[in-house]
């Protein structure tokens, strides 16, 4: 069996009731986006920006970085997930400049909020279904959590991955 088949089995393995799925289908994808948000608010030194062309100035951040870093774990496993996850790594990238381009509020306050929200609901769905977070196990589930939410996606559409 596959690696990538092995964790989402076992991350699958806290993740059963109709309650608890629905949840993380949407906050898990909230809490990456929160996450790298709250990175892309940390001032970023001009030795990373300079790394990055003038027209994506706007993207040169700690949030950026970790995508990347995040990207090539996902390759590793696979190809058509490195895929889903770069697409979705250009929407939360362009979610966050845009949030930060609004000028509301600042960006790591609304990032906070967004990843402290989905937090709590995340861990009343695991009260709810009575299992620990997969995380606590093993800190790579962290990194699981969205490749179970697209993998979900994928059967849908009948995706093979």
Not at 26 to 49: D, K, R
Not at 69 to 89: G, P
Not at 107 to 135: C, D, R, T
């Amino acid at each position: 069996m596959r690696k990538i088949d092995l964790l989402l089995n076992e991350y699958g393995e806290s993740h059963q009731t109709k309650l608890n799925k629905i949840i993380h289908y949407f906050c898990v994808p909230t809490i990456v986006l929160s996450v790298i948000g709250l990175l892309a608010a940390i001032p970023t030194p001009s030795f990373i920006t300079n790394l990055f062309p003038a027209s994506l100035s706007g993207y040169a951040h700690f949030g950026t970085i970790i995508l990347l870093i995040t990207l090539v774990y996902y390759l590793r496993l696979s190809f058509i997930l490195f895929l889903a996850m770069l697409t979705y790594s250009v929407v939360v990238l362009f979610i966050i400049k845009s949030i930060a381009n609004a000028n509301f509020m600042p960006l790591w306050s609304f990032m906070a909020i967004l990843f402290i929200i989905s937090w709590i609901v995340q861990f009343y769905g695991h009260n709810h279904e009575g299992k620990k977070p997969s995380f606590i196990k093993d800190v790579q589930f962290l990194l699981v959590g969205p490749a179970w939410t697209i993998s979900h996606l994928f059967e849908a559409l009948n995706i093979k991955f």
